[in-house]
T-cell receptor, first 116, second 116 residues
């Protein structure tokens, strides 16, 4: 069975610095997708970045990058130049298979606090 | 594009009554929609997957007779919480998969249900 582990319940970072949020996963499938979502206090889920298991390059989206280490089954999110608006819950998620119909399994989440 | 709405955004109901939550894809057709539940300070837990025109697939431990899901069209799925009890109070989030997308699910803003 697939599993997502986020071991950091909370993290804090100074504004303008970089922060890494950890995510490890477990799956027996060769084809899978990894996602990061941001959930501010309003509750909406904001898609940040996606990495497919066959993607050779690490995904990047603006200030977000995904450090994908397939052999170690880790998919850490790196946020560069943190902003106060980055304070939120961050969830790592995995989908087995490459089709969108397959369900997402979420990690427990990491609460990030950005300090001025 | 790819906007998902939920209605209502919050609802308070009395114990024993039923409440219906709507999930609509506003600008795309969604073959598959997903319903999640999130308790305070916890992660999202998938409740069920609904496909247009067919019965929903429920996750283990989710009572299908209590959480009725109907996906009657390519733009609308509904979740009805029947005979609600205080323990059903939670944040319910839907997501929709656009038929043309390979991997992404688009999340609605969520519905906060409080049962008194």
């Amino acid at each position: 069975a697939q599993k997502i582990t986020q071991t950091q319940p909370g993290m804090f970072v100074q504004e303008k610095e970089a922060v890494t949020l950890d995510c490890t996963y477990d799956t027996s499938d060769q084809s899978y997708g990894l996602f990061w979502y941001k959930q501010p206090s309003s509750g909406e889920m904001i898609f940040l970045i996606y990495q497919g298991s066959y993607d050779e390059q690490n995904a990047t989206e603006g200030r977000y990058s995904l450090n994908f280490q397939k052999a170690r089954k880790s998919a850490n999110l790196v946020i560069s130049a943190s902003q106060l608006g980055d304070s939120a819950m961050y969830f790592c998620a995995m989908r087995e298979g490459l089709g969108g119909y397959n369900k997402l399994i979420f990690g427990a989440g990491t609460r990030l606090a950005v300090h001025p | 594009g790819a906007v998902v709405s939920q209605h209502p955004s919050w609802v308070i109901c009395k114990s024993g009554t039923s409440v219906k939550i709507e999930c609509r894809s506003l600008d795309f057709q969604a073959t598959t929609m997903f319903w999640y539940r999130q308790f305070p300070k916890q992660s999202l837990m998938l409740m069920a997957t609904s496909n247009e025109g067919s019965k929903a697939t429920y996750e283990q431990g989710v009572e299908k007779d209590k959480f009725l899901i109907n996906h009657a069209s390519l733009t609308l799925s509904t979740l009805t919480v029947t005979s609600a009890h205080p323990e059903d109070s939670s944040f319910y989030i839907c997501s929709a998969r656009r038929t043309s997308d390979n991997y992404e699910q688009y999340f609605g803003p969520g519905t906060r249900l409080t049962v008194t």
